[in-house]
């Protein structure tokens, strides 16, 4: 654990987040070196940066049902990672949240991925991680990305568990029917050795 102290006060101190820390803004990420399932998601939202805990809203009560794992497991369990693109709010722009500054996951994941050496999966939630970490092998664009999942491991890409992304469920039924069923599955296998 020193290891990732280390590092959570280095993201502090960067040059690059000063505005965050001189307004008292925390990182938010989950980080433990007994994880074993990681989530790479975009940047905290306003409300996430305000709890301070990533996943507190309505798009975690999505991602931990597709997960099928509850909020102790989610939470408590030292299980699961989370590890977004950015780990502050970037602001809002025109239409939505800005995107995360790309540097901050090139300076910073590959020092927290080496400080948790048990991962055994790695959720790609959107279109920033899935750009950054599966590079030219993503599809012509994020459906079909997702919809051949199975052709990253132990990359998982996913659509990012908003309420907006409600409608491209309903057009997708294939990922209710299909991707989470396995995404639960490989979830129930690793936690189960964990235990």
């Known amino acids: 654990m020193p290891e990732i102290a280390q590092i959570l006060q280095e993201i502090k101190a960067d040059p690059d987040n000063a505005e965050f820390t001189a307004q008292g803004w925390e990182p938010v990420l989950q980080v433990s070196p007994q994880a074993q399932i990681l989530i790479i998601g975009q ?3 306003a ?17 931990r049902a597709w997960l099928g794992v509850d909020t102790e497991t989610f939470y408590g369990s030292g299980a699961v990672a989370v590890l977004p693109m950015d780990f502050y709010f970037p602001g809002k722009g025109k239409s ?10 090139e300076k910073y994941h590959p020092r927290l991925l080496a400080a948790m050496p048990q991962v055994k999966l790695i ?19 994020l459906t079909e990305t997702v919809r051949h999942y199975a052709e990253y491991a132990p990359y998982f890409p996913l659509v990012h568990p908003s309420p907006r992304n409600n409608i491209w469920q309903k057009k997708n039924p294939w990922f209710a029917t299909e991707v989470v069923p396995d995404l639960q599955k490989r979830v129930q296998e690793i936690m189960g050795a964990v235990h």
Do not use: M, W
Not at 131 to 137: A, F
């Open 96 to 105: 939505g949240d800005l995107a995360p500054r790309p540097q901050i996951a």
């Open 123 to 141: 959720l790609l939630i959107g279109q920033y991680s899935q750009r950054h970490y599966l590079g030219d092998r993503r599809k012509k664009n």
């Open 47 to 63: 409300a996430t940066q305000a709890a301070g805990e990533v996943f507190r809203d309505k798009s975690g009560d999505q991602l």
């Open 43 to 45: 940047a905290p939202g």
